[in-house]
């Protein structure tokens, strides 16, 4: 384990009673952890932002009856394989399928993709989850 340096912060009154409804209300077991969660969070979007390496996953939601769909879909991935780390399909109900695909890479290509795909004519559901490390680099 890294080891923890600790330090003191101050805030305004108002500002440490909405960290701690932050802290009860995400179930955080302590303002340390919700910290390093904010903290965290901020890194990833800045990543997002200035175009870093970043990793993800798009979720779809259509009608595996519609061929063509499927289809494009897999030309699509097929185009950016090499952002593609899985793809797991489930099977909703007698129509419908989810699929996540995990994705990594940098995250103008990540939006691209995933811009074409929830795009495809006839996707019912689509959304790219932002997620990551901030490596810096
Ligand atoms: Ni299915």
New binding site residues.
Partial sequence: MKKVKRFGVSLEEGLLKKLDAFVSGHKFPNRSQAIRFLINNNLVSLAWEHNREVAGCAVLVYD?HKRDLLNRSIDIQHQYQELVLSVQ????DHHN?LEIIALKGKARKLKELADKLIGIKGMKHGQLVASGVYSGK
């Fill in positions: 595996h399909h489930v099977h909703l399928c």
